[in-house]
């Protein structure tokens, strides 16, 4: 008898600490799934990073576009104006002609219109 | 201080021959292409000799990159862009390697000189230009007539469109360049005031925390920007080409 109490008392107490282990596992599950839960929350607002990636790309892109139109323009107006003797008439014009295409390329590079020739 | 220019000398190594009164040399420029092109084949090749089914390390890489900029070209130029895949993928390779060599201390950025990002941005134009008429013939000059504009201001609008075609090559090759000097500049000059504030003891010391702090946060923005101009560099490519492949459509 004294053995049977001492075995329903190691089996009582095998069952408390499998009851136990048990809850602590489903303790720890919610918890998991709970962090996990939290990190897809975080994740949320910067789940496309190419996104992000080809907005910043797009600012990279407009920085420079102006100043080739101009730096162009100008460019073929002192050409010509060294080559036709028409000197200041050829830089201005064209001056004014490249930054027109400066802002073009600007307009066309922040994706208000799509391209040369767009149908818009 | 140290001269924050230094870093972009080209410094000749040994000369090859002389052709027609030009010097062919290998330049520390040259010495880095060769080890920016030999890393890619390096990756590349490494990357699909394994074959396997399920990637390894330097395979998934290789895969990546590979779906990054397929992904690309058909999202900007479509289906008909991948036959310019080779050209797309070797000029992005090659930009984004050499870009971030240039961020390891003692190396030689290749792309802080205009010379090579002009190269790069002039052999997309003239790939545009000729696969464009070979496509179209005469009717690439649609690219710079727009619809629907009354006929007496289209003479301008197409002048300003020719111009602003003319532009792409500067815009493409400055960009890049100007980047990556600007920023390989600023980091040589904050360096330096590190060194300069050490100088004057301990609170100097104190005080060149700051720009240790700016180096570090500099360093990984390099890091971004390195591969960020890189991919500004392959979907430029991607559009530019996309005029070719479709012009005023």
Sequence with gaps: MAEDTGNDGKDSKRLAEEAALSARLRHLGERLGQKAGNREVEAGPSQDPGQNASALARGFRLSTELVAGVLVGAFIGWALDKWLGTSPGGMIVFLMLGFAAGVFNVVRAAGVSSGPGSRR | ?249
Excluded at chain 2, 6 to 27: D, P, S, W, Y
Aim: hydrophobic share 60%.
């Design chain 2, 1 to 249: 201080m140290a001269d924050p220019i230094h870093q972009f000398e080209i410094t000749k190594l040994a000369t090859i021959a002389n052709i027609g009164g030009h010097e062919i040399a290998i330049t520390n420029s040259a010495i880095f292409m060769a080890i920016t092109v030999v890393g890619i084949a390096a990756l590349l090749v490494g990357g699909s000799s394994a074959r396997a089914l399920v990637p390894g390390r330097i395979q998934s890489v290789a895969e990546v990159t590979y779906e990054f900029i397929a992904n690309t070209i058909q999202s900007t130029a479509g289906t008909a862009g991948m036959k310019f895949f080779p050209l797309v993928f070797t000029l992005f390779m090659f930009i984004l390697v050499a870009n971030m060599i240039g961020i390891i201390p003692y190396t030689f950025t290749v792309t802080s000189h205009i010379i090579v990002t002009a190269m790069m941005a002039l052999l997309v134009f003239f790939t545009v230009i000729i696969y464009g008429f070979y496509k179209n013939g005469l009717g690439f000059f649609r690219l710079f007539v727009p619809q629907g504009i009354p006929v007496y201001i289209l003479p301008l609008i197409v002048f300003i469109e020719v111009l602003s075609f003319i532009s792409r090559p500067i815009s493409h090759s400055v960009r890049l360049f100007a980047n990556m000097l600007a920023g390989h500049i600023t980091l040589k000059v904050l360096a330096g005031f590190i060194t300069m504030m050490g100088g004057f003891g301990i609170a100097g010391w104190l005080g060149a925390v700051l720009p240790l702090g700016l180096v570090v946060a500099i360093t990984a923005l390099e890091v971004l920007v390195a591969f960020l101009q890189a991919y500004v560099f392959a979907i430029l490519t991607c559009i530019y080409l996309n005029d070719a492949i479709h012009p005023g459509h």
